[in-house]
């Protein structure tokens, strides 16, 4: 019987890992036919580089670890052989409370916006 025991909790922590999803939107407002480079990392994971084109988005889901602190980070670049760029966490937890969500980041020619959606 205890191992049994063993094994649910085991399992329960195999299941509760995947089950708080997250994902992370690029949208590329910039003007004048831009294109945005985008790459981002978290601790386990590397997404991009990728180019987005102006008025298009790229999406990405995870899912949450189960100590809550999956966090990815994001840069952004565009303009002539893009050397402008901006670094930035691009998903973090901040509350047992917080479920992760869509964070929808929209780049544009003065700066990088977030719309947190639930």
């Not at 025991?5 to 999803?21: A, E, K, R």
């Not at 991009?48 to 298009?56: D, L, R, S, V």
């Not at 760029?85 to 916006?113: I, M």
Request: glycine share 8%.
């Amino acid at each position: 019987m205890k191992s049994f025991s063993v094994f649910l909790f085991v399992l329960s922590l195999c299941v509760f890992n995947n089950v708080s999803g997250a994902g992370i939107r690029i949208a590329n407002e910039l003007k004048f036919n831009k294109n945005l480079w985008m790459r981002c990392y978290s601790k386990d994971d590397v997404i991009g580089p990728k180019i987005i084109p102006m008025g298009q988005d790229y999406s990405f889901y995870f899912g949450t670890n189960f100590f809550r602190t999956t966090r990815f980070m994001c840069t952004l670049k565009q303009g002539p052989n893009y050397k402008h760029y901006q670094s930035f966490t691009a998903f973090k937890l901040f509350s047992n409370l917080d479920t992760g969500g869509l964070w929808d980041w929209r780049a544009r020619e003065d700066g990088v916006y977030l719309v947190k959606e639930h």
